[in-house]
């Protein structure tokens, strides 16, 4: 038996404590751009490995920088004066038995690809500057990474995840989703710079949202005004299949209508107004930033996806979270530590903290065990796309 160990605690869960934040960074923000594009590096490499050699090799891709550009914004039009800078670094195999892997191109295309996809008002070629300064990974973690078998952990490191979610928590991941999904199609001047703050005070939910908006899709400050209340209506319409309960919305609020100071942008992300962004300052894995819950600092984006446990670990933890709920515990906590050097799928810890019935002890042990036994499946799930590491 591994070292799990699964504990009932005599306490609320936190939907029953007085206040709540919780919060959500969208696809567009500067940080989620850095996560997203260290991921999709990530896979491209993986990918490349697998086709080439049968296996993922050594890499980690999760340092990946955004220097904000500058740009004039007006009514029907606008232009980027200064390019937003990317650079994109951190370590990966590049050559095996003398065979050379084209690491410049699969991450220069990969990134420029992610960015097509995700930002229709972003010109890669005009409105980015991508740098890339990847190199070779070290010695040791390479001996780490490439030994047969289960792959041992290159970190002590831990990951942690929590669920099912809150009301709170559910009524801010899903609106981001709702504004940069379904919306999009009945409000065209929505950029996909999008962040949720929720806040809950005993029964009423309070959600604050900044929503970049596209300025040639605006012809005047009239019909900006109109798009941000037609918003407000539509994100009350999707709550309201959601809950009965009491939430207000509020979009733009540091919006200054009496001076035309409003969140009008080129291409849909607040990227262009010198808005930096890192990899791992954003969302968790789970989607979300909980301060009112146990968090990992650990980026889980671009990191590699066999044996980096900053990023399997916090991966596991919220599908083993996820089950355990399922099985109708109120509330779960989930924590898995490594130790470096040792098989990912023996954890020096897994700690388990369950607030219900005690009956499911068994079953807890159970799916953490099993899921531990398959923790490769993550890895299959990175390489297909198929893992929110954001």
């Given at each position: 038996m591994k070292n799990i160990t699964v504990e009932f605690l005599d306490e609320n869960p936190l939907s029953k404590h007085e206040i709540e934040l919780v919060e959500r960074k969208g696809v567009g923000h500067p940080d989620s751009i850095c996560d997203g594009l260290a991921e999709?590096?990530?896979?491209?490499?993986?990918?490349?490995?697998?086709?080439?050699?049968?296996?993922?090799?050594?890499?980690?891709?999760?340092?990946?920088?955004?220097?904000?550009?500058?740009?004039?914004?007006?009514?029907?039009?606008?232009?980027?004066i200064k390019p937003v800078y990317i650079l994109l670094s951190g370590r990966a195999t590049t050559e095996v038995d003398r065979e050379p892997i084209p690491v410049d191109s699969i991450v220069k295309d990969s990134a420029k690809e992610y960015l097509s996809k995700h930002f229709p008002y972003i010109d890669v070629e005009e409105h980015v500057i991508l740098d890339q300064k990847i190199g070779?990974?070290?010695?040791?973690?390479?001996d780490v990474f490439g030994r047969t078998g289960i792959p041992h952990s290159n970190d002590t490191s831990f990951g942690v995840s929590h669920a099912p979610f809150s009301l709170t928590e559910k009524l801010v991941y899903e609106?981001?989703?709702?504004?940069?999904g379904e919306m999009e199609e009945k409000i065209p001047a929505s950029g996909q710079d999008v962040k949720v703050m929720g806040v809950r005070h005993g029964e009423k939910i309070i959600l604050t949202i900044a929503n970049a908006m596209v300025s040639e899709k605006i012809?005047?400050?009239?019909?900006?005004?109109?798009?941000?209340?037609?918003?407000?209506?539509?994100?009350?319409?999707?709550?309201?299949?959601?809950?009965?309960?009491d939430v207000e919305?509020?979009?733009?609020?540091?919006?200054?209508?009496?001076?035309?100071k409003i969140f009008l942008t080129v291409t849909g992300t607040s990227a262009e107004h010198g808005d930096d962004g890192s990899v791992g300052r954003g969302n968790r894995a789970n989607g979300l930033i909980t301060p009112y819950r146990p968090m990992s600092m650990e980026a889980t984006a671009g990191k590699n996806p066999v044996n980096h446990v900053g990023k399997l670990y916090n991966l596991l933890s919220k599908e083993i979270a996820q089950d355990i709920a399922a099985e109708g515990a109120e509330q779960v906590y989930v924590r898995l530590m490594s130790q470096i050097g040792k098989p990912i799928n023996n954890p020096l810890a897994a700690?388990?903290?369950?607030?219900?019935?005690?009956e499911t002890k068994g079953k807890a042990q159970q799916i953490t065990d099993q899921w531990l036994d398959n923790i490769q499946q993550m890895t299959t799930k990175c390489?297909?796309?198929q893992a929110q590491c954001f």
């Open positions: 999709a590096v990530s896979r491209a490499l993986s990918q490349e490995y697998m086709k080439r050699f049968g296996q993922i090799m050594h890499h980690n891709t999760d340092q990946v920088e955004l220097v904000g550009g500058q740009s004039n914004p007006v009514f029907g039009e606008g232009e980027l070779m990974g070290s010695t040791d973690l390479r609106t981001e989703n709702y504004i940069n012809r005047d400050l009239d019909e900006y005004v109109n798009i941000i209340e037609q918003q407000q209506q539509l994100i009350l319409d999707f709550i309201s299949k959601i809950t009965s309960q919305v509020h979009i733009n609020t540091g919006d200054n209508l009496d001076e035309g700690s388990i903290e369950v607030i219900g019935d005690p390489l297909k796309g």
